[in-house]
């Protein structure tokens, strides 16, 4: 009986990275990307980036750095799954590069297959070597400006602009943090009118999230949670528990889930531990349970 039972847990494991993580191999790498519509954020150049802006991006293996010209990738969901939410990923990396494959490319395909729209985010880089960014001033701005920009182009993808998420990793986190739950810097620059639409998602998705800008000053105002990180995540976890009671106590509708003998970045399939195979599948009950998946018509 235990070698059966094993052989179930064994199943179950498969099924999970069959249906969560089975399209690895498929997932574009960096390099392979440059087939993909890339949305520059900014038409003229992202406010203070000046002649970087033409650098080039370096890409290698999973991870993307040396962004000057902040750009979004649209990843659509098929038009016989779509129900009209969408999400902006952020990929963390520790503001010092992009994870871009696990952390984003995959992700997004994984959402496309529940009919989410997504779209991966590249923003500036505040600790890589030489920025003169910072995560609060310019990779905000760019977290924010990519929501702006998926709400006024909610139609040409059959996108319900008041079901539009963002979804963070690691320091991905920190900037959903950043635009859901604190509030926006005055005096920030508007270029053109998507600039004058809400930066605030809908909803937030905050996967070990790190540490910065918690607690949160703006707490009262924020979108619905969903939080998930492992409880021996010696940077993340303390954080993760401090911004849901936070949420909790601001009465903020919020889910928190605490992964035992995990640690950092177990991303989609990343784990030995069945538990945490299936985070995403509490994701997915959780935007459910939230409408966020009910099928609706575009702008309603």
């Excluded at 494959?101 to 880089?125: C, M």
């Excluded at 605030?200 to 998705?205: H, L």
């Excluded at 000053?217 to 940077?235: E, M, N």
Aim: hydrophobic content about 40%.
């Amino acid at each position: 009986m235990r070698w059966r039972n094993g052989r179930v847990l064994l199943a179950a494991a498969t099924l999970v990275m069959v249906t969560v993580g089975g399209a690895a191999a498929q997932d574009p790498l960096p390099e392979q990307t440059a087939h993909y519509d890339r949305i520059p954020l900014w038409p003229n150049g992202a406010p203070g980036v000046g002649r970087r802006r033409v650098e080039p991006e370096v890409a290698r293996d999973y991870w993307v750095r040396n962004i000057h010209d902040p750009s979004l990738i649209p990843f659509p969901a098929p038009a016989a799954k779509r129900n009209g939410a969408a999400i902006v990923i952020l990929p963390g990396g520790g503001h010092k590069l992009l994870v871009w494959t696990n952390e984003g490319t995959r992700v997004a395909t994984a959402l496309n297959r529940a009919g989410i729209t997504a779209f991966v985010l590249k923003y500036r880089l505040a600790n890589e070597s030489g920025s003169t960014y910072t995560v609060e001033g310019d990779a905000a701005d760019d977290a924010r400006r990519s929501i702006r920009w998926v709400r006024a182009h909610a139609a040409e993808y059959g996108i319900d602009s008041a079901r539009v998420g963002a979804m963070g990793f690691s320091a991905g986190g920190e900037l959903v943090t950043q635009v859901a739950d604190h509030p926006e810097p005055a005096g920030r620059p508007h270029t053109d009118a998507i600039d004058s639409l809400s930066a605030r998602p809908d909803f937030q998705v905050l996967v070990f999230p790190g540490p910065r800008g918690v607690p949160a000053p703006a707490i009262a105002t924020a979108p619905p949670a969903f939080l998930v990180a492992g409880s021996r995540d010696a940077c993340c976890a303390a954080p993760t528990v401090a911004l849901y009671e936070q949420l909790r106590r601001a009465g903020i509708s919020a889910e928190l889930h605490m992964y035992a003998d995990s640690g950092h970045a177990f991303n989609l399939d990343e784990s030995e531990r069945l538990s945490v195979l299936h985070w995403p599948d509490r994701l997915y009950d959780w935007l459910a349970d939230g409408g966020w998946l009910a099928p609706r018509p575009a702008g309603r």
